[in-house]
């Protein structure tokens, strides 16, 4: 059974860092795309930073050049560090894994930056 446990979130203040990880165990065959998803309270998921299935990475606008994403294949475990924090980034951030046949979704960690 595969599962994705995240971890690393918590309070901080803006201007502040945090490093999330997400641990994936389980029989996995293809991974097609791998990521960072955050959903803030009354707005939609949405998408923070993926490795797609050619290697390259994608971030969203809001994150770019504060917020890097990395894996450890040997670990199994998916990054994202962020820094320069602000109080917009507050959300409960959910690790995504798209393989064949079926996608998967984390648990969420809180991420809660003060200003």
């Known amino acids: 059974q595969v599962q994705l446990v995240e971890s690393g979130g918590g309070l901080v203040q803006a201007g502040g860092s945090l490093r999330l990880s997400c641990a994936v165990s389980?029989?996995?065959?293809?991974?097609?795309?791998m990521g960072w998803y955050r959903q803030a309270p009354g707005k939609q998921r949405e998408l923070v930073a993926a490795?797609?299935?050619?290697?390259?990475?994608n971030y969203a606008d809001s994150v770019k050049g504060r917020f890097t994403i990395s894996r450890d294949t040997a670990k199994n475990t998916l990054y994202l560090q962020m820094n320069s924090l602000k109080p917009e980034d507050t959300a409960v951030y959910y690790c995504?894994?798209?393989?064949?046949?079926?996608?998967?979704w984390g648990q969420g960690t809180q991420v809660t930056v003060s200003s």
């Open positions: 490795f797609i299935s050619d290697g390259r990475t």
């Open positions: 389980g029989s996995i065959f293809s991974i097609n795309v």
């Open positions: 995504h894994m798209v393989t064949t046949p079926r996608d998967y």
